[in-house]
């Protein structure tokens, strides 16, 4: 008997966990296959976005210090940079 009330125990833990966890609406969102569609397709417009937002942000920041660094008119690293910068924006 007192087996079956550590089981019964252990069993309303459980349940108590998978409540807490949400998984009834998980499953729900799993099956729903349009919403899953639809929130995957989205969610992979703004990561896109994002990334390209992010690159030109630091795309632009490295020319900066670039152009910072082959004004600076160090010998050797200024010519080679002064020349990467006008390559580079000469593309653009």
């Known amino acids: 008997m007192e087996e079956l009330q550590g089981l019964a125990r252990r ?4 349940a108590e966990r998978m409540e807490m966890l949400h998984i009834d609406a998980y499953l ?9 569609f ?3 397709f989205l969610s992979g417009i703004v990561r896109g976005i994002g990334f390209s937002v992010g690159f030109s942000i630091l795309g632009a920041l490295l020319i900066y210090i670039l152009r910072n660094i082959a004004l600076a008119n160090l010998p050797l690293i200024g010519r080679f940079l002064a020349e990467l910068v006008r390559i580079v924006e000469n593309n653009l």
Request: no cysteine.
């Open 28 to 36: 729900r969102y799993v099956h729903n296959w349009r919403r899953r």
């Open 11 to 14: 069993l309303e833990k459980i």
């Open 38 to 40: 639809l929130m995957d």
